[in-house]
């Protein structure tokens, strides 16, 4: 596999082109401008169509026009563009279209900073526009992570005929790491003729194609069918980073940036012989409730859920999983801080001494 | 004995869903026969708005999609950029994309996309019960206007043509009544213009129809046609602003 040192934006867009994307629109905003600049170059390359739309909204229903041609169409964006985006989102899920969705987060709320942040953990996995559909929401950690999860984000996009959401943060879409790019794939939008709008020269006399985000008497039915779907995403797509559960007093969580830092501690802890462990969420959503379910509460004194946003926003997942048996405990910087390993380490021995800051 | 008139090959033998005397039936039939006449029935992709229009997503018999209020150019846009083979075209009412598309629809049309949109104006939101329309005449009453639209606060009429017209990009603005045969004639015209333009890569035409909406008028379809042509007609006059026969980019 070819090898690059890349900037995680680019990386992004780079293997959104090797997984088949071939039609991009979206609208200026920090911290993403990179994916945008770089797929405006590099989808004519491919014979693909990059616009810069008038605004999130037109985007994201160029996006909506995109995909029900068969073509694998993407946007992105950050917290105040996304939200914009998710009324076309609502529809994308309605209308059962296939999309990549990303979003590369800031701190919030109102236009809040333009410095890296984990501020819409909530707005992606709850609710991307109205109407109580959901997306899976993948959350990478490392620049190959990115790579990896947005090459294979239309398996699961085209499979169950709704879009993805992938969300970094500001830290991933700017720093540089070598990464393994895979080999360019080209998916023919005639094997989705089935559904898709236009008819193509020497199609078969088919019925007419309807798509379409109105629903009078089938609403429920579609509704039913999206909440079954939710449930197979739970058995069968989870994806988790599990590390020294086995003998854990502690159990850290983290996501996307938050886990590389974190990650780095619990090492340091371990080697002061601190019994503590790791669960990283991949899939935000469906999250990876099974993880915390498992653990051996007779051991586990506590829970220490750690995100680059006030207040903790995963946290509320975590204590779901957790259901009362171990106490939950937050720690986190609000948008455009990083978080320090020497301020996470200290702040998760505090908690271990006293667990004082339980929330 | 030969068939002299029949209905057009891209509507479902069903009910119309639109109301009695409504102006809508009309656009959809003439549009019909276009597509009919050009026999590119089997290329057309159809964008339905938001609004009574959407209706059609029971009645028309081509490849159809249903967009976000407002947001038909930029699904068309979409479309048209991947299938440049099909005939895109959008059909949208004022409220649609007059008041909350008003950047969609001019944005596609300086982009110079090579797309057909149908602007059926009807002055009101006829599907929402008849609220003030940015179309609405100054005076003419709304249930968000009960005294009549009043010139402070909201300001005037918007006539999208001459707005459209200042464009570079267009190659087709034109305005056109259904309220008279001699005016349902011009439009399918008109129509049909749209249409070759897109199949010889012109670029962006926009058609608009000046139509009714006897139930949110308050009035029988008869009186609603004699508001057309003493009201409507008056301030959004019939004719062609734009038609330039080059492609645009060339």
Redesign the interface.
């Known amino acids: 596999m070819e090898k690059k040192f890349m900037k995680g934006n680019e990386a992004l867009a780079e293997a959104a082109v090797r997984a088949g994307v071939r039609f991009f629109a979206g609208y200026p905003i920090t911290p993403q401008n990179e994916v945008p600049e770089y797929l405006s170059r590099r989808l004519p390359e491919v014979g693909g169509v990059f616009i810069q739309g008038e605004s999130e909204i037109a985007s994201i229903n160029m996006v909506y026009g995109a995909a029900s041609t068969g073509v694998r169409a993407m946007t992105s964006s950050s917290g105040p563009g996304l939200s914009l985006k998710c009324e076309g989102i609502s529809y994308l899920a309605a209308a059962q279209l296939p999309a990549l969705i990303v979003d590369v987060s800031r701190g919030g709320p109102g236009l809040g900073s333009i410095q890296p942040a984990q501020s819409d953990y909530l707005q992606v996995t709850k609710a991307l526009g109205h109407g109580g559909h959901r997306l899976m929401v993948f959350a990478p950690s490392t620049l190959q992570e990115i790579v990896d999860l947005t090459y294979n984000a239309f398996d699961y996009a085209e499979r169950d005929r709704n879009p993805v959401c992938l969300l970094m943060d500001g830290v991933l879409g700017a720093m540089m790491e070598q990464v393994e790019l895979p080999p360019m794939k080209e998916p023919d939008p005639k094997a989705q003729s089935s559904w898709t709008m236009g008819r193509w020269e020497g199609e078969e006399k088919r019925q007419s194609h309807l798509i379409s985000p109105i629903y009078e008497a089938g609403l429920e039915g579609l509704n039913k069918s999206f909440a079954e779907r939710t449930k197979r995403w739970e058995k069968e797509d989870v994806q988790v980073e599990e590390l020294y559960l086995d003998d854990a007093e502690y159990v850290v969580t983290a996501y996307g940036i938050a886990a590389r830092v974190v990650k780095s501690v619990v090492e340091d802890l371990r080697k002061e012989g601190v019994k503590i462990g790791v669960i990283r969420p991949i899939t935000l959503f469906p999250f990876p409730k099974e993880s915390f379910n498992k653990l051996d509460y007779s051991k586990v004194k506590g829970i220490i859920d750690i995100e680059m946003t006030i207040p903790a926003q995963m946290g509320e997942d975590v204590e779901a999983a957790v259901k009362g048996r171990a106490p939950v405990y937050t720690y986190g910087h609000s948008g455009g801080v990083l978080l320090d390993d020497y301020d996470v380490k200290q702040a998760i021995k505090k908690i271990i001494a006293g667990g004082k800051e339980e929330e | 004995m030969s068939t002299l008139y029949e209905r057009p090959k891209s509507i479902l033998p069903t009910a119309s869903s639109y109301c009695p005397g409504c102006l809508h039936a009309t656009a959809t039939k003439i549009i019909a026969e276009a597509i009919d006449e050009l026999k590119v029935r089997?290329?057309a992709?159809y964008?339905l708005p938001v609004g009574c229009s959407?209706q059609g997503?029971v009645s028309?018999?081509?490849?159809?999609?249903?967009?976000?209020h407002g947001?038909a150019p930029?699904?068309?846009?979409?479309?048209?950029?991947?299938?440049p083979?099909?005939l895109v075209f959008c059909y949208q009412g004022d409220g649609d994309l007059a008041s909350i598309g008003l950047?969609?629809i001019l944005?596609c049309a300086n982009r110079g996309e090579n797309i057909t949109v149908i602007f059926a104006n009807n002055s009101i939101f006829g599907m929402t019960g008849g609220q003030m329309a940015p179309t609405t005449l100054l005076g003419q009453k709304a249930t968000t206007a009960v005294q009549g639209r009043q010139l402070l606060g909201t300001g005037y009429p918007l006539r999208m043509c001459e707005l459209i017209k200042e464009l570079d990009a267009p190659r087709l603005v034109t305005r056109c009544t259904l309220r008279t045969p001699a005016g349902i004639k011009q439009a399918k015209a008109a129509i049909i213009k749209g249409f070759k333009n897109q199949l010889e890569n012109k670029g962006f035409s926009f058609i608009e129809l000046l139509t009714n909406c006897p139930t949110t008028w308050h009035c029988d379809p008869v009186t609603s046609l004699e508001f057309m042509e003493k009201q409507t007609e008056k301030y959004f006059e019939c004719k062609t602003f734009v038609d330039k026969e080059e492609r645009f980019g060339e």
């Open positions: 089997e290329k992709v964008v959407t997503l028309w018999d081509l490849d159809i999609i249903g967009s976000a947001r930029a699904v068309a846009t979409g479309i048209k950029r991947c299938r083979d099909c950047a969609e944005s």
